[in-house]
Every structure is written in structure tokens, then in C-alpha cells.
């Protein structure tokens, strides 16, 4: 493969602070140099260079929280079908969550897994755990040996653990293999059923819905647990004010949490929902706007330092069904950077700030050796117009299934190019 | 065919319906309301007489898609097709294909194949019958869709509250029990608004929804000073098995303080009447005393009202299907 040289380009690196003009040369699948401000100075003969018109050049983003259908339900997604999503989307790190069938809750499903995502060679793979056999949240799973085979934290994806005495030697145990817990923020007895967030819209659509306090009272559980066991806590997806006042008091008290948002509580609130519209079904259902501006207002203050997609796909005979029966779930992967541009063209919050929360900061938060235009780094790239518009067509996406909430919307922002260890694996046509 | 004196004028003047279905009150507005009344006013005349049938629904096919078991209400959208001159068919997918794992919009398209005109659907699902319209060409009536809506009861519940006052500006309306549960509440509280009535919602905090005061009605926890100078009472049907102290400690205890009966009447205007959209739970919500009781209980005028109200429904959709 012949070397690289990614010139003509806003090159954007949180990691080193640096949002300017610049040049990334790529030689061997790794970054053989950075130019911030200036050129690369004189090239070799072999190397090819790529114009990048102005585009912005940024590292590849990482993920935390993407589902596929494999194994076990290949109809919605296979590893290879959430690939090429994340590849069209920028994204070069996917952390799988492991509520498949079966369950990632042993290392031999964390091996298929990362065998599946080497023979198709697009982007990085990377499993998470289940914290308990078959994420039911009783008996722990094999925690130590998941992290061995190549596991990078420990969930129970979208079911919260129950019983704190569960929860608290699971994120005591999982702190001794160096693992981090991810954990939902829901009381499961009060979100029961809901298919809504509680409140005037939810009631007069008469929707079962549930109040902003089951999450806050979840938070509130697991932060003393942290605070008891010392151990390393994911908030996954923080969605309310009332959850961000209790994670502001968590971290003010030096609680070693990461809190996560998606992108789609981020974009959208409850009256999204319209006339039942299942694609704007999630669990965690959507939100008042008030919930959504706190969130964005913690995203800006860096109380909630990394953005997800929370990719789930779910296809149209899981999605045309009555709302409170509809599966819920958005595939995410495609739309999450040009959805997340929105909030650097508003003006709301720093590209750098932004381009943080989906690079380094994941990246950091878990070891990868992603996230960053640095030496000797992994060359995962992604080249983008911040300011081409585009129209969300569902059923243009990559993904098997098309349950998109930004169908229909404008999105400001396109991929033109995406590189994985120095090979293009994604170029706009 | 005979037509009763006048029921011609009231026909002649039956107006085009602007819309293809019939799913929400939400949709309709004061003109559309007060038409609809005065011809369902129409049609409670013809009801009464030995000869009831009509032609205006000749030639089309009234099909009745009931998810969930109601004799009442699918019977009286049965007579109403067929005093227009409909064909009326009716079907129970919860016996049939619906437990093969059929899917709610397999059915519909299903049975639009058949071709339809008019599509009664009832189902446990909030949202079900507009995802329905989206769905099949015909026109669908929304028999009630699980906790949202239910708006030919509102229209029914209209017709008797104007008959038997002569108007429903000003009324003040005591909507009690169950509102939370409750597609008649939500419907009865958009379309009585919208015709000027005062709307009250009265019942116990865990049967309330969520900020129910900011659908504009005073809500009320103690039933004497909700239901205090009420021209109508409105008691809401509380399915058993949320008693029992799922949503309420007991019967005993729920028909003590929010069951309607002749000593909570009494703090009503004096000449108060009482409602309820049936099937009744006796000495649950509503006490036999009051229920029964023809100088008090409108309950029975109701049921008849249901008819007239689904056929003026049935005739304004059906004048739209002739004009398409």
C-alpha cells in the first residue's frame, strides 16, 4: 500500500488541542506524521496525495454503544451490514453491546465475534460483556475471562441490574480485572411497561409512560455503590435534567463516572413522537425539551463528555406496529456525525469540543488505541464537509434495517472519506 | 321508503365531511362538531319510528374490526350501517389470525383487499387506528385505540348532554373516577371544551394523569367538591383488577369516597344528571340507586344516542365517498 499524504485539510485533534490547518501523512496503516499549521515538507516520490479541498480532516470516531443482529437476529443487522453503516458514517471503533442470542456472557462469543469482524476487515470491533449470565441480572457472568478474550467494558445493555447486591460485586469484581461497568439508570419497576416519558404530551397520547425520576433514582443507587466500592461506573445514556443534577453532585464529590449521551436525545424530544411515530420509539424513551436542553447544556460543560449513537436496528415489522408494541430503537451509525455538526453550527459548542466526545474521549475512557491524529497512532481517519447539506432517506442507509429518526431531516455535515489502519474502507461516490 | 317529516332537510343538509376518517376529536373543530349533532338530532327521530332504514350507505360495505370484545359498541355501529343501507360485516381477529402472529397492519391490508368503504376499528393499542389509516385506502372510524381516544362516545355523550339540557355552553361537567385509563375521559374533555362546556376531572391522584390540570380542567381529589353545583356527572367505568390495592386499596374503600351514588349526588346542582359510558360496575363507581333512577340517569339515553350519533358519523364520511 503506498503511503498517504492528507493534505489541504482543517485538521481537527482533540487530543492535542490542535483545530487548524494542517497535513497527516500515513505510511504502513499508521500515522508517520502530523503537520498542524504548517506542511509535510518534501514527500517521497511514492507517496499519493490526497487533496482534501478544505474538508476537515478528523480521527476516526469510536462508538460505544452500537447493537447488531448477529449473532441471532441477522434480519436486523449483521457485523458486516453495521460495518459498512459505521464505515459510510466515519466511524472506525464499534463497541458491540453483548445482548445478543446468545448472550456475550463467556469468552467463546467475545471470540466469534472478533472473528467475524477480522475476516470482514472494515472497521475496528470491539465486544463488551455481559455483567450478568444472560444479562438477567443474577448470577455474574464469567467477567475476567471476557476480558482476556478482548472484551472492553461490562454491561447488561438496556436491562438495568436490579439487585444492588448484584450490582455492587459486579462493579467490585469487574474493578479488580480493570473492567468498567456500564449501567442503564432505570427503575425497572416504574419504567414497567412505558413506552413514554411522563408527562402532558405522553397523557394526552395516551401512552404508558414513566417519570424523569426512575432515572434519577437508579443514578442515585448506583452512585453510592461507586462510592462504596471504589469501582469505575458508565453512566449509559443520561437523558434528564433531574439525572444530570445527580451526576454534577457525583463528579463534584470526585466519583470516578463517565456519563454517555445519544445522539438521539441530544437531537430530538417527545413531540418527535407526533401522530405514534415508531421510529422516535427508544428506550430510554425521549424527552421533554427542557431534558434535552440540560443535556446539551452538560455536553457543552463537559459533564457528559461522550456522545453514542446507540445504534439499534430494528426493521419495519418491528417498527409498523402500534406505538406501545413497536420495538424501540434507532439505528444511529450513519447519521452520528453530521447529527452531531448541528450542534457546532448552531454555534452552541466548540467542533473541537464536539469532535472530542466521539474521538479521544471514548478512546481514553477505555484504552483504545484510537481517537487521535498522533505518530505512530493507528491511521483511522475520516474526511468531512462540515457544511454540505444532505436529506436523510431511511432507506438509503446502509444498515439492514432503516429505522432512522432523522428520516426525512436536513443534516448539515457529509463523510467524503474514511480510513482504517491506512485503508479507505468508506469514499462518497 | 318512508322518511320521517324534516329528516329530509336534515339529510339535504348533511355536509361533506373534510376529512377521510374519523380517528381523534382532537381533528374536528366547533363546525364539524355542531353539525354532526344536528344531524345525529336528525336520526333519533328516524330511530324512533317502526320504519328506520335509510339508503344513503347503499351499496357500501361497513366492516366492523373489533381487537377488543365490546357488544355494546360494535353492535351499535352494526345498526348504524345497516339503518343507512350498509353492508356490515363484523370480525373478531382476536379469534382468528391475530393469535397465528398475524400483525395488526397484515390484518388491515387484508381486509382493505376485500375493499371496504368503511373500516370500524377498535384495538388496545393507543395510535392503532390512525397507524391503520396510513395504511389501507378506505375510510377508518376509531372505535377507541387504548387509552387515547374514543370520539363517536364524546359525540354520543354530547348529543345526550344537549338533548337533555338544550345546550352545552356553560354546562359544568364532573368527569369522575378513572381518567388516567380512560379514552372516553380524553375525548369528552376535548370535545366538551371545544363546545363551551366547564370541565372537571375528579378522582383519586393515582387514577390522574400527568399534569392533567394543563388540559384545562380543575382537577379535583375530594369527589363532594369536584362533582359541588355539576349540571352532569360523568362516572367512568374502573376496570376491576386495578382495585385491589393495585391502583386503589379496595371496592369498599374506592366506592366510599368516588362512588357515585345518591348522597355524593346530592353536593350536584339540584337538577344534575348522571352518565356513564357502560359497561357500569355496580356499587363500584356508580351506585344501582343512582343508575336506574330515570329522573337522574341518562345512561340509557345514551346507549340510544350511540346509535344516532355512529349513523351521522357513518352518512358525513359516506358524503364525502360520493363526492371523491
Known amino acids: ?429 | 321508503m318512508t322518511t320521517l317529516a324534516g329528516l329530509d332537510e336534515v339529510i339535504g343538509r348533511r355536509f361533506p365531511f373534510p376529512r377521510r376518517h374519523f380517528l381523534s376529536v382532537a381533528d374536528l373543530n366547533v363546525v364539524e362538531v355542531s353539525s354532526l349533532l344536528d344531524l345525529a338530532d336528525g336520526f333519533v327521530a328516524l330511530n324512533r319510528q317502526t320504519s328506520k332504514k335509510l339508503d344513503l350507505l347503499k351499496g357500501r360495505t361497513l366492516m366492523n374490526l373489533f381487537f377488543e370484545n365490546s357488544t355494546r359498541t360494535q353492535s351499535s355501529f352494526e345498526l348504524a350501517g345497516k339503518r343507512l343501507g350498509a353492508d356490515v360485516v363484523n370480525m373478531s381477529p382476536r379469534s382468528s389470525s391475530i393469535s397465528k402472529g398475524e400483525t395488526l397492519i397484515d390484518t388491515a391490508v387484508t381486509l382493505n383487499a376485500m375493499q371496504p368503504d368503511i373500516l370500524v376499528v377498535r384495538h388496545a393499542s393507543s395510535g392503532a387506528a390512525s397507524l391503520l389509516s396510513q395504511k389501507v385506502g378506505c375510510s377508518v372510524i376509531n372505535a377507541g385505540d387504548g387509552q387515547h381516544e374514543h370520539p363517536t362516545q364524546a359525540l354520543l355523550d354530547a348529543l345526550s348532554m344537549r338533548r337533555a339540557f338544550g345546550r352545552i355552553a356553560g354546562l359544568k361537567v364532573a368527569i369522575c373516577g378513572d381518567v388516567l385509563h380512560s379514552r372516553v375521559a380524553r375525548s369528552n374533555v376535548a370535545m366538551l371544551q371545544m363546545l363551551g362546556a366547564e370541565v372537571r376531572l375528579v378522582g383519586p391522584p393515582t387514577l390522574m394523569p400527568a399534569q392533567a390540570e394543563r388540559w384545562g380542567a380543575a382537577v379535583h381529589h375530594d369527589f363532594r367538591k369536584g362533582v359541588a353545583g355539576c349540571d352532569v356527572v360523568m362516572a367512568l367505568r374502573l376496570q376491576l383488577e386495578r382495585m385491589d390495592g393495585v391502583m386503589a386499596p379496595s371496592q369498599r374503600e374506592y366506592f366510599r369516597f368516588y362512588g357515585l351514588d345518591r348522597e355524593k349526588l346530592a353536593h350536584a346542582a339540584p337538577h344534575a344528571r348522571v352518565m356513564h359510558p357502560g359497561p357500569m360496575n355496580r356499587g363500584v363507581e356508580i351506585d344501582s340507586d343512582v343508575a336506574d333512577d330515570p329522573d337522574v340517569s341518562l345512561i340509557q339515553d345514551q346507549v340510544e344516542m350511540g346509535v344516532a350519533a355512529r349513523m351521522a358519523v357513518l352518512a358525513s364520511l359516506a358524503a364525502r365517498l360520493d363526492n371523491a
Not at chain 1, 518534501?42 to 480532516?57: C, K, M, P, T
Not at chain 1, 476516526?60 to 441471532?72: C, I, N, Q
Not at chain 1, 463516572?257 to 428506550?283: M, P, Q, W
Open chain 1, 1 to 429: 500500500m503506498r503511503p498517504q499524504a492528507f493534505t489541504n485539510v482543517r485538521v481537527v485533534d482533540p487530543a492535542s488541542g490542535w483545530d487548524g490547518p494542517g497535513a497527516v501523512l500515513v505510511r504502513d496503516g499508521v500515522i508517520a506524521d502530523v503537520a498542524q499549521g504548517g506542511g509535510l515538507g518534501s514527500l517521497s516520490e511514492d507517496v499519493e496525495v490526497v487533496d482534501g479541498g478544505g474538508a476537515l480532516l478528523l480521527p476516526g470516531l469510536v462508538d460505544l454503544r452500537v447493537k447488531t443482529g448477529e449473532p441471532g437476529a441477522e434480519t436486523k443487522e449483521t457485523l458486516k451490514s453495521a460495518a459498512l453503516a459505521a464505515a459510510a458514517g466515519g466511524v472506525t471503533s464499534i463497541v458491540l453491546q453483548p445482548d445478543t442470542d446468545p448472550v456475550v456472557d463467556e469468552p467463546s462469543v467475545a471470540d466469534f465475534i472478533l472473528r467475524r469482524a477480522r475476516d470482514i476487515h472494515l472497521v475496528h470491533v470491539y465486544p463488551a460483556g455481559a455483567a450478568t449470565k444472560g444479562a438477567r441480572g443474577e448470577r455474574m457472568a464469567e467477567i475476567g475471562l471476557m476480558a482476556e478474550a478482548g472484551c472492553v467494558y461490562i454491561t447488561d445493555a438496556d436491562r438495568p441490574i436490579v439487585d444492588s447486591k448484584v450490582m455492587r460485586r459486579v462493579l467490585a469484581y469487574a474493578a479488580g480485572f480493570g473492567m468498567q461497568v456500564a449501567h442503564r439508570p432505570a427503575d425497572p419497576w416504574l419504567v414497567a411497561g412505558a413506552a413514554a416519558s411522563e408527562g402532558e404530551f405522553a397523557a394526552r397520547l395516551g401512552l404508558p409512560s414513566a417519570p424523569a425520576a426512575a432515572e434519577k433514582i437508579m443514578l442515585e443507587r448506583d452512585l453510592a455503590l461507586v462510592e462504596l466500592t471504589g469501582a469505575r461506573l458508565i453512566v449509559d445514556q443520561v437523558t434528564t435534567a433531574l439525572a444530570l443534577e445527580s451526576l454534577e453532585r457525583g463528579l463534584s464529590r470526585g466519583l470516578p463516572v463517565t456519563a454517555t449521551a445519544s445522539i438521539n436525545h441530544l437531537s430530538f424530544n417527545e413531540i418527535d413522537i407526533g401522530d405514534y411515530r415508531t421510529f422516535c420509539k427508544l428506550d430510554p424513551p425521549l424527552r421533554h425539551e427542557d431534558d434535552r436542553q440540560a443535556l446539551i447544556e452538560a455536553l457543552s460543560t463537559g459533564l457528559v463528555k461522550i456522545v453514542v449513537s446507540a445504534h439499534a436496528p430494528a426493521p419495519a415489522e418491528d417498527k409498523r406496529l402500534p406505538y406501545d408494541e413497536a420495538a424501540p430503537g434507532a439505528v444511529g451509525l450513519q447519521t452520528l456525525l453530521p447529527a452531531l455538526l448541528a450542534f457546532h453550527h448552531d454555534g452552541r459548542i466548540p467542533l473541537i469540543d464536539l469532535i472530542r466526545t466521539v474521538t479521544c474521549a471514548p478512546a481514553d475512557l477505555l484504552g483504545l488505541p484510537a481517537g487521535r491524529l498522533a505518530k505512530g497512532a493507528p491511521a483511522d481517519l475520516v474526511l468531512c464537509d462540515p457544511n454540505a447539506p444532505q436529506v436523510i432517506d431511511a432507506d438509503k442507509l446502509v444498515s439492514k434495517s432503516k429505522n432512522s429518526p432523522f428520516d426525512g431531516r436536513t443534516l448539515q455535515g457529509r463523510v467524503l472519506r474514511t480510513v482504517v489502519d491506512g485503508r479507505t474502507v468508506y469514499e462518497a461516490g
